[in-house]
Each structure stands twice: as C-alpha cells, then as structure tokens.
C-alpha cells in the first residue's frame, strides 16, 4: 500500500512547483500563459516575509501535487480566508487520495489561522474537478463573476 504524505515547500522546491504550473497550465490550455521561473518563484514565495504559501503532496517519497494558497480578508465576517490558487496533481497519480488531502491539509490551516472561509476557483469546463468538489461538500459560487485586470490594461487604468 502506498504512503501519501503533505509537506510544506520550501526553496529547493522551486523548480518542482515550475514544473507542477507548466503542467496545470498544459492541462488548461494556457501554457502560453505562464511566466513564471524559478527565480520568480524563489522570490515570490520564499522570501522573509512571505505571503504565498507551498504544499507539495508526495507518494512513497515521490512529488505527485501541489497546492499554493494565500490569505484574503472577509469583511462581512471580519475573518481571514484561506485562497486556494492551485491545486494539482499529476494524471497518473489522480484517484489515490493526493488532492483530498492536500485540500484537507489546508482545510485544517485555515482551521488553525481562525480563518471563516477556505475558497477556490475551478474553471467552468472542468467537469472532474467541480464533481470531486462536490462530493467532498464544496458549493459552486455561482451568482459571483470574476473579474480581473493585469498586463498593459492594468498599467494603463492604474496611470489614468
């Protein structure tokens, strides 16, 4: 029987999380879209004062996920929340349990950190992942849409 272990990320980890990124963004299509290195992802995460935060899921000692995740305010519950970027796990190693757990594991910090809410976003057209959210008691937040601004339109409405 296999051993499914969390562990927090750390430095070295840098060029395992690149390569756990470049294969979500694969898997969304969007691999064009990521700009991220190593060295981006040393200074962003594990620097001394950080605000990201890394999960690598290991199987018999092997990385076969991650999950990166920040805090976020809520002021109807004047409560931190627990915001879930990332969540991955290799294709050949989905159905052992790494996701549920990496979720647990972070379902339990935003426990500890007195956090009201742990959320994510899941992309609509990704069926399996919505299902398992579900069946595991997450609610869709449908009547929200997201909205965001970043690259030339950001730089431009910031300098307007």
Not at 1 to 9: F, P, V
Not at 106 to 122: N, V
């Given at each position: 029987?296999?051993?499914?272990?969390?562990?927090?990320?750390v430095a070295d980890d840098a060029a395992l999380?690149?390569?756990?990124?470049?294969?979500?963004?694969?898997?969304?299509?969007?691999?064009?879209?990521?700009?991220?290195?190593?060295?981006?992802?040393?200074?962003?995460?594990?620097?001394?004062?950080?605000?990201?935060?890394?999960?690598?899921?290991?199987?018999?000692?092997?990385?076969?996920?991650?999950?990166?995740?920040?805090?976020?305010?809520?002021?109807?519950?004047?409560?931190?929340?627990?915001?879930?970027?990332?969540?991955?796990?290799?294709?050949?190693?989905?159905?052992?349990?790494?996701?549920?757990?990496?979720?647990?594991?972070?379902?339990?910090?935003?426990?500890?950190?007195?956090?009201?809410?742990?959320?994510?976003?899941?992309?609509?057209?990704?069926?399996?992942?919505?299902?398992?959210?579900?069946?595991?008691?997450?609610?869709?937040?449908?009547?929200?849409?997201?909205?965001?601004?970043?690259?030339?339109?950001?730089?431009?409405?910031?300098?307007?």
């Open positions: 029987m296999s051993s499914l272990t969390i562990r927090e990320a999380i690149l390569h756990f990124i470049t294969e979500l963004a694969i898997y969304e299509k969007a691999e064009h879209e990521v700009l991220a290195t190593e060295q981006t992802i040393k200074a962003s995460i594990f620097n001394d004062n950080p605000h990201v935060f890394g999960l690598i899921c290991e199987r018999d000692g092997q990385a076969i996920g991650f999950a990166v995740y920040f805090f976020n305010y809520s002021t109807w519950l004047a409560k931190p929340g627990l915001y879930l970027e990332d969540l991955y796990v290799s294709p050949e190693h989905r159905g052992a349990g790494g996701g549920k757990l990496l979720l647990k594991e972070m379902a339990q910090i935003a426990l500890d950190k007195g956090c009201g809410r742990f959320e994510w976003s899941c992309l609509d057209w990704n069926k399996p992942s919505r299902d398992f959210y579900e069946s595991i008691g997450a609610v869709s937040q449908d009547e929200w849409v997201g909205y965001r601004m970043s690259g030339q339109t950001l730089v431009d409405f910031a300098q307007s």
